[in-house]
């Protein structure tokens, strides 16, 4: 990542862009391996995520203050994602869900909501579409 922006705040700041190009330079700016890979598993419909949303209690901390971050917590994903090959054998859906509950708790509220929404496939950001995305970034796969 090019910057030290969280990645809600990255989505902040595509939000208050006006023209396309803007916001797609808004993506290439802020892009690594994580951040492509967290986009891929919002929008890519072949990847199926599996693990039930708990109940959690957001964090309070101030951004930055938090014990993970959703940019480091991407190369972990796999545990929640069906057939993933480095999902560990005997993941149970209880555990699955204990997990996810640690990582929300551990991470910013406004990143531990884009958590959810990557796992749900909707994030729920004007614009940002999968024909966006592939404009930024003409070799991510999408599936679509």
């Known amino acids: 990542m090019n910057s030290n922006l969280m990645y809600h705040e990255v ?3 595509f939000q208050k862009t006006e023209k396309r190009s803007e916001k797609i330079q808004v993506l290439k700016n ?11 598993m ?14 959690y209690t957001p964090s309070i901390l101030p951004a930055g203050l938090n014990d993970l971050y ?8 796999y ?12 993941l149970t859906s209880a555990k699955q869900k204990s997990l996810l509950t640690s990582v929300l708790e551990s991470l910013h509220k406004d990143e531990a909501d884009l ?16 024909k966006l995305i592939k404009e930024a970034f003409p070799d991510l796969d999408l599936g679509v």
């Open 11 to 13: 989505f902040e700041l």
């Open 30 to 40: 802020h892009a690594d391996g994580n951040f492509l890979s967290f986009l891929k």
């Open 42 to 55: 919002s929008f890519d419909p072949r990847i199926v995520f599996d693990v039930e949303i708990p109940e």
């Open 70 to 77: 959703l940019h480091s917590e991407i190369q972990r994903m």
């Open 79 to 90: 545990r929640f994602i069906k057939d993933h090959p480095r999902r560990p054998q005997g």
């Open 115 to 130: 958590m959810i929404r990557c796992i749900n496939k909707d994030l729920k950001i004007p614009f940002l579409t999968p």
